[in-house]
């Protein structure tokens, strides 16, 4: 099944490549639209010495995280922006008459360009700011590639629960939920400590995305690594099986366009 997958992938990837300049394109947007981001955090910086308990470097190491998961959910797993579409438009039809998984098929669809520069931009912030904050040993290493995992699985979680509502009531094809979703996550760049009560347990349970980059940083900072390192593995998986439970729940209530 990697194997297929790896194929469409390489597929998607040669069209898009057809067209070189919209290529470069979303490349070089990706990378300015998270250089914008992290403008404001620099200019904060430059007034204060910690946001929340948290120095310059910690916080670009949240951010980078976050570019990372986002990065990878969208060259990896952009079909799921697609379901809506798919769904009111009958080409969902399609991929249940395929004998390969509807999931399989909707996190193989399509490429999202833009993900290689938010991937190129996290990846170079990940390695700077952690060199700079002393955290670039091999044991810590390996932790952050276990980060980027976790939170890549977190937001590709979070975003397919949010558009497997298509498939119980009418939302108009839009893609609305998820994009609420990515809006009230992108909080979650910041310390979860400069925020209400509320708001902190929203986005770490509702909307997991404080796992993705302020949880890893507190473990790298030693604050109860062991404890948390687990709660993460833990919910990572728990929120990748809901999705999946939930996608499928939705797909046998899926009734056909009769197109």
Not at 26 to 49: K, N, P, Q, T, Y
Not at 78 to 83: E, L, P, S
Request: proline share 3%; net charge neutral; hydrophobic share 55%.
């Amino acid at each position: 099944m990697l194997r297929i997958y790896f194929m469409l992938k390489n597929q998607y990837l040669k069209t898009a490549m057809e067209y070189p300049f919209n290529f470069w394109m979303m490349f070089i947007s990706g990378i300015v639209m998270r250089s914008l981001m992290m403008g404001v955090a620099f200019v904060l910086f430059r007034a204060v010495d910690d946001i929340g308990g948290f120095s310059e470097g910690e916080v670009y190491l949240m951010m980078a995280l976050m570019f990372i998961s986002e990065g990878m959910c969208d060259l990896f797993f952009n079909g799921i922006w697609h379901v809506p579409s798919l769904v009111f438009t009958g080409e969902f039809d399609v991929m249940l008459c395929r004998p390969v998984s509807p999931m399989f098929q909707v996190l193989s669809y399509e490429l999202g360009l833009h993900g290689l520069g938010e991937l190129a931009k996290g990846v170079v912030i990940l390695a700077l700011s952690a060199n700079a904050m002393g955290w670039l040993t091999p044991v810590n290493v390996a932790m952050l590639l276990v980060f980027i995992l976790t939170g890549t699985m977190l937001r590709m979680s979070t975003y397919l629960i949010s558009v497997t509502g298509v498939f119980f009531a009418d939302f108009g094809g839009s893609n609305t939920n998820a994009f609420t979703v990515y809006s009230i996550g992108e909080y979650a760049k910041y310390p979860l400590s400069i925020y209400s009560l509320w708001v902190k347990g929203m986005l770490l349970s509702i909307i997991p995305f404080g796992f993705i980059g302020y949880v890893p940083v507190l473990i790298l900072r030693g604050e109860r690594p062991a404890l948390l390192f687990c709660a993460l593995i833990l919910i990572a998986a728990a929120y990748f099986a809901l999705a999946r439970g939930f996608f499928y729940r939705g797909v046998r209530r899926y009734e056909s366009m009769g197109m």
